[in-house]
Structures are given as C-alpha cells and as structure tokens.
C-alpha cells in the first residue's frame, strides 16, 4: 500500500514570497489533515478536510495561509505572504475516516523563509 | 500545565539498553498514540492504544486509563532506534490529537 506522499520535501523562499504544498493521500482515505511543526515543538493541526468538507481550520491563519482539496483526494496547503515564523515542517497525514482513527503520515515538506 | 507530558525530555543509553519512555496526560481521551519522528521530519505511527499492551517487535506499549499514564519500551535497543519518540493522545470530546513534546533518544554503539 502507497504511503501518504508529500512535495516538494524542501522549499528555501524570501519572505513575502508565496509557496504551496502539495499531498495525496493513502487511497481510500477519507480524512486528511495538514500540521505545522516549528522546530523543538510538537506538530499543530492547521486544517482537517473530511472528503472536501472542512471539519476544523479554527488554528489556520487564514490571512495568509489557505488549503483546498477540491475533489476530495489530494490536497494543496498555499501561503501567500511568507513570513520568517512560518519556517517549519508541513506535515500532511490522512486517516480512513476522522474520530480516533489512526493517522498515517507523509514525509513531510521543510520550509525555511530567509 | 502541559496537557501531555512526557518523560525524559533527552534520553542517551548504550546499545542493548532497555528503554523506558513515559507519557502522562490530563485529559479524558479515546485513544494514545505512540510515534516516532526521525530527522528529516517524516512521522511513523507505532501504536495506537485505547487500554492494555501491545507489541510489536521490540516495541511495548502499555497504557493504565485509570492513571492518565502510557509508557513506551524499546527491548535489546539499536542505533537505529535512534529518533524522536512522540506520545499525542486522541481528545474524547472532538478526537483532536494533543501532542507531547517529544523525546529525543540517542543510542549509542
């Protein structure tokens, strides 16, 4: 079975830059999530998607950050501007379906902002 | 206080060691997870308990409901146990993971 992919797995930018994340999800999941992880903390969720319903964006700095999953598989998270405290990991999981179901995740995409 | 904490922040130990790691939580939840983080970033679930022991090769986990307590043990640890080993617990109320902060576990040859 085909994991959760990720890309691009490093992105180096200038702040006020724009970036986006790309995930596709384990087939046949449901449920796919995007979190932040700043360096030595645990990570945070920014958005949970059930198919392309959002369940939970209440932590997403929708000024600057948004994230689609149009056809309710894979999954873009965008922000436009960068800022310096943006650099951390984006990690992209996916579950069967939400609730307490086990999270699969990807590998991950480091962004620095310079 | 956090809502998840876990213990040794840091843990160094010597090849063949028997490992402990322990996670704490105040929060009523429907299940813990137990994840393994190396650098580089990319996150590997190891279990998911929602009460007893499981195991999985030289993995054990093990959960008490009653004490809001899980532990972590690595038997005949490796090197490449090396990593950072991460309790999130499952919130009862929303199913939102809360995560600890992580233990980094260096073992040496």
């Known amino acids: 079975e085909a994991g959760v992919a990720q890309s691009p797995r490093y992105k180096i930018i200038e702040k006020r830059q724009s970036v986006a994340f790309w995930c596709n999800p384990i087939?046949?999941?449901?449920?796919l999530y995007w979190y932040q992880q700043i360096l030595g903390q645990g990570p945070k969720l920014l958005i949970q998607f059930q198919n392309n319903g959002v369940v939970d964006d209440s932590q997403l700095p929708k000024d600057r950050f948004s994230a689609e999953r149009l056809k309710g598989v894979d999954s873009t998270l965008k922000i436009q501007p960068a800022k310096l405290e943006d650099s951390a990991v984006y990690l992209c999981a996916s579950s069967w379906a939400g609730g307490v179901n086990e999270q699969f995740f990807g590998p991950g995409t480091r962004l620095t902002v310079l | 206080k956090n809502e998840v904490e876990q213990s040794p922040q840091n843990l160094t130990a010597q090849e063949g060691e028997f490992i402990t790691i322990n996670c704490s939580y105040s929060?009523?939840?429907?299940?813990l997870h137990w994840l393994q983080q190396h650098p580089g970033g990319g996150i590997v679930s190891l279990f998911m308990?929602?009460?007893?022991?499981k195991k999985h090769g030289r993995l054990i986990a093990t959960i008490n409901i009653q004490e809001k307590h899980s532990s972590l043990h690595i038997t005949a640890s490796h090197p490449r146990d090396s990593a950072v080993y991460i309790c999130a617990v499952a919130r009862d109320s929303n199913y939102q993971l809360i995560w600890g902060a992580g233990t980094k576990l260096i073992i040496k040859p």
């Open positions: 308990l929602s009460s007893g022991k």
């Open positions: 929060v009523g939840i429907s299940a």
């Open positions: 087939s046949g999941h449901a449920t």
